[in-house]
């Protein structure tokens, strides 16, 4: 296993991560997604253990806390060997104090967790989506308290847009408060939209990426083709309306591209999108989930190698779309990059 500093922090996290979303398997969506119980998330623990990989992220909103639950039991007796990660600020119910990240709601949310996680620290602690009614400083407050209370020991965003986490990173700066480390995000070979503003933020602030649905919600395993149905027993049948979006001739173009790769290295189609990943800037850590000892085996077969430049370069090409305003239409021009400088520019301006 690789093992990668988190953002600009001292934690070193596994490059590959396991996402505990199949376990619990309550609700319409986590139901779909899995419904892995305590033994045989304890199989899976084990089989990421023997390979290195000892991040474990969760939700409370997944399976409404039934997922905290089942990964709590899973690690219980080596909670010292293995990184805990989890978020909240999502919906919990419909009253008025069941969402959001203000004060009492932060310190209820946490607490709430470790009972759940059977742990009385959370290794790195997430909030699930940015809350625009609570005042940043009482947000960075709230945890700031959390961590030396020891309950947290770092702390990072998930889905954040990029003013709302430069904001906060200023307020923490201003009031000497604990920095965002991470920053978890939807980032694929079909949803490139992380690369344009929020990688370069990451890399001038020190904010690692962790990366969710990095085969693009379930597309990019090899199973959906050209001209052919949705494959019956895919759970994007009930699924699909909870992602991202993506056109479809993009999602095509890129698995004949990836399809073409795979004959020449002998690795599978996620393994080959996972690897891509893994080569990105900033990027920490990549999330992989499984709902059964298989496909955790072929995750794990995306470490130990490297795609070629050239091969790289094919999945930048058939993945790429055009630039989002205010980057386009100046990106290309020469003066605009050298002015403003892109992480994933070419030196022919392209990116």
Same mark, same amino acid.
């Given at each position: 296993?690789?093992?990668?500093?988190?953002?600009?922090?001292?934690?070193?996290?596994?490059?590959?991560?396991?996402?505990?979303?199949?376990?619990?398997?309550?609700?319409?969506?986590?139901?779909?997604?899995?419904?892995? @119980?305590? =033994?045989?998330? +304890?199989?899976?623990? $084990?089989?990421?253990?023997?390979?290195? %990989?000892?991040? &474990? !992220?969760? *939700?409370?909103?997944?399976?409404?806390?039934?997922?905290?639950?089942?990964?709590?039991?899973?690690?219980?007796?080596?909670?010292?060997?293995?990184?805990?990660?989890?978020?909240?600020?999502?919906?919990?119910?419909?009253?008025?104090?069941?969402?959001?990240?203000?004060?009492?709601?932060?310190?209820?949310?946490? @607490?709430? =967790?470790?009972? +759940?996680?059977?742990? $009385?620290?959370?290794?790195?602690?997430? %909030?699930?989506? &940015? !809350?625009? *009614?609570?005042?940043?400083?009482?947000?960075?407050?709230?945890?700031?308290?959390?961590?030396?209370?020891?309950?947290?020991?770092?702390?990072?965003?998930?889905?954040?847009?990029?003013?709302?986490?430069?904001?906060?990173?200023?307020?923490?700066?201003?009031?000497?408060?604990?920095?965002?480390?991470?920053?978890?995000?939807?980032?694929?070979l079909i949803g490139r939209?992380?690369?344009?503003?929020?990688?370069? %933020?990451?890399?001038?602030?020190?904010?690692?990426?962790?990366?969710?649905?990095?085969?693009?919600?379930?597309?990019?395993?090899?199973?959906?083709?050209?001209?052919?149905?949705?494959?019956?027993?895919?759970?994007?049948?009930?699924?699909?309306?909870?992602?991202?979006?993506?056109?479809?001739?993009?999602?095509?173009?890129?698995?004949?591209?990836?399809?073409?790769?795979?004959?020449?290295?002998?690795?599978?189609?996620?393994?080959?999108?996972?690897?891509?990943?893994?080569?990105?800037?900033?990027?920490?850590?990549?999330?992989?989930?499984?709902?059964?000892?298989?496909?955790?085996?072929?995750?794990?077969?995306?470490?130990?190698?490297?795609?070629?430049?050239?091969?790289?370069?094919?999945?930048?090409?058939?993945?790429?779309?055009?630039?989002?305003?205010?980057?386009?239409?100046?990106?290309?021009?020469?003066?605009?990059?050298?002015l403003n400088p892109h992480?994933?520019?070419?030196?022919?301006?392209?990116?």
């Amino acid at each position: 296993m690789e093992y990668r500093r988190l953002g600009a922090s001292g934690l070193m996290v596994p490059a590959l991560s396991f996402g505990a979303g199949t376990f619990g398997g309550r609700g319409e969506l986590f139901g779909a997604w899995g419904d892995t @119980d305590a =033994a045989e998330a +304890r199989r899976l623990i $084990d089989i990421c253990l023997d390979a290195g %990989l000892n991040m &474990f !992220d969760t *939700a409370d909103v997944y399976s409404a806390g039934a997922s905290e639950e089942v990964l709590g039991a899973a690690v219980k007796g080596r909670r010292d060997r293995v990184i805990l990660s989890t978020k909240a600020g999502l919906p919990m119910g419909d009253g008025p104090a069941d969402a959001g990240t203000s004060r009492s709601r932060l310190i209820k949310t946490v @607490d709430d =967790a470790l009972r +759940r996680l059977g742990t $009385d620290y959370i290794d790195l602690f997430q %909030l699930h989506a &940015f !809350d625009a *009614a609570t005042p940043v400083e009482e947000v960075l407050s709230t945890l700031d308290d959390l961590v030396r209370a020891g309950k947290l020991r770092y702390t990072g965003v998930s889905n954040f847009a990029g003013w709302q986490l430069m904001k906060s990173l200023d307020a923490a700066d201003r009031h000497g408060r604990q920095r965002y480390v991470a920053h978890q995000v939807y980032y694929s070979l079909i949803g490139r939209d992380y690369e344009w503003e929020l990688m370069p %933020l990451g890399l001038d602030q020190g904010v690692g990426a962790v990366v969710w649905s990095p085969l693009g919600w379930g597309r990019l395993t090899g199973k959906i083709r050209r001209d052919q149905p949705l494959p019956a027993g895919s759970r994007l049948h009930a699924t699909a309306d909870y992602g991202p979006p993506v056109d479809d001739e993009l999602l095509y173009r890129v698995v004949d591209a990836l399809d073409e790769i795979a004959g020449e290295t002998g690795r599978t189609i996620p393994q080959i999108a996972l690897n891509w990943l893994l080569q990105r800037p900033t990027v920490s850590s990549v999330i992989i989930g499984a709902r059964n000892e298989e496909q955790l085996r072929q995750n794990l077969g995306a470490l130990g190698w490297n795609l070629t430049a050239d091969q790289v370069a094919r999945l930048d090409a058939a993945s790429a779309k055009a630039a989002p305003y205010p980057y386009f239409p100046y990106e290309r021009q020469e003066g605009f990059a050298r002015l403003n400088p892109h992480p994933l520019r070419r030196a022919d301006g392209a990116v």
